[in-house]
């Protein structure tokens, strides 16, 4: 269970939303890298909400931007070769891409956390795992050192290190990749962050261990009423875990929907090709499907839609014209010149074009 260490505090921050109940909304966001091959559009023009207490997925292939969307909004894309070039994250009331470099120091860590995809990288290798746990509390909420060395233990505790206060002084390498994980874990959540973004949490862990994490952040969710941004390319993940999921393809929004409705009417043929690579345990053996082709070259983009020369749907308007954003139901978006033909394959919705991205 978890056990935030300043419950009252905690309580005072989940009452502090933005105007409009959103804790997160990005606004028309551009994240760009100057490259030898030219420019790469890796976040082109994206916007999304998340409301306080909701997990929100994203999901898509490698490449799509899912990670740099999420080191866009607290500001750690390296910069050359990275820019952010235009756009907004509101988190309550202040836009992050305005704040100072001491100002938005002071909200990582602190007011929103990241896991990053592999904790080798991410943990000092010649810092002793206690003392890296306790950086984060010593200048974030205040601790002595004393304060700090129990709260790590507590900490370690907490995300199921096993004789945590034996194992605190240990280096990095003589924890296996599931402990390296949750070290990295019990830093996100130290501070009690309003969000948490959670970037492949368990890439190349046991399905043991993927289950412990995966809830350990619902309890964290439940008990602190903690936003989550879940990316990953699990999709039986986000089925499982989030209120929301986003689709990202070529740096662009490609859907957004309610997890429940994306499942069950996805209304974008690249949603129905991720969908239908899931392995399913009934169907015929060696009957495995793949979306045909590759990524496209962000770098290098023809006219039209990104997705076009892999697309089941396709027609000669998808390489000519740049599809538009169609609403085909409350809360549920497609980037689609025939999202209404997709998304009706499954029923008869009311669906309206709300103009193109």
């Given at each position: 269970m978890f056990h935030?260490?300043?419950?009252?505090?905690?309580?005072?921050?989940?009452?502090?939303?933005?105007?409009?109940?959103?804790?997160?909304?990005?606004?028309?966001?551009?994240?760009?890298?100057?490259?030898?091959?030219?420019?790469?559009?890796?976040?082109?023009?994206?916007?999304?909400?998340?409301?306080?207490?909701?997990?929100?997925?994203?999901?898509?292939?490698?490449?799509?931007?899912?990670?740099?969307?999420?080191?866009?909004?607290?500001?750690?894309?390296?910069?050359?070769?990275?820019?952010?070039?235009?756009?907004?994250?509101?988190?309550?009331?202040?836009?992050?891409?305005?704040?100072s470099n001491e100002a938005i120091r002071k909200i990582r860590g602190r007011r929103i956390a990241m896991i990053f995809q592999d904790p080798m990288t991410s943990l000092n290798p010649f810092m002793k795992i206690s003392r890296q746990l306790m950086e984060m509390t010593q200048l974030h909420l205040g601790h002595t050192k004393a304060q700090a060395y129990e709260h790590a233990i507590r900490m370690l505790e907490t995300v199921g290190i096993p004789d945590a206060r034996a194992r605190a002084d240990s280096y990095p390498h003589e924890f296996s990749g599931g402990m390296r994980q949750r070290v990295m874990i019990a830093m996100a959540l130290s501070c009690e962050p309003e969000l948490l973004i959670a970037d492949e949490p368990t890439t190349a862990l046991d399905v043991t261990i993927q289950a412990q994490i995966l809830e350990l952040i619902k309890t964290l969710k439940r008990e602190t009423g903690t936003s989550v941004i879940l990316i990953t390319h699990d999709l039986g993940v986000v089925a499982g875990m989030t209120d929301h999921v986003i689709v990202m393809y070529a740096g662009k929004i490609f859907e957004q929907a309610r997890t429940a409705e994306l499942f069950s009417r996805p209304g974008n043929p690249y949603t129905k090709g991720l969908l239908r690579s899931v392995p399913d345990p009934i169907a015929e053996?060696?009957?495995?499907?793949?979306?045909p082709g590759q990524p496209p070259d962000v770098a290098h983009l023809k006219p039209g839609c990104p997705f076009a020369p892999r697309c089941d749907h396709v027609q000669e308007i998808c390489h000519r014209e740049f599809p538009p954003f169609v609403q085909l139901n409350a809360d549920h978006y497609s980037l689609c010149h025939f999202a209404r033909e997709v998304f009706a394959e499954s029923g008869n919705p009311q669906i309206s074009q709300i103009g193109s991205v």
């Open positions: 935030p260490a300043n419950p009252v505090k905690m309580t005072l921050l989940n009452k502090m939303t933005t105007t409009n109940g959103n804790l997160l909304e990005v606004k028309n966001l551009r994240t760009y890298f100057d490259t030898e091959d030219g420019i790469v559009k890796a976040v082109d023009d994206i916007s999304f909400q998340l409301k306080r207490g909701e997990t929100l997925g994203i999901v898509g292939e490698s490449g799509s931007g899912k990670s740099v969307t999420n080191l866009s909004i607290i500001r750690l894309i390296p910069d050359p070769p990275g820019k952010i070039v235009s756009g907004e994250v509101i988190f309550k009331d202040n836009d992050l891409l305005l704040l053996q060696g009957k495995l499907y793949q979306i």
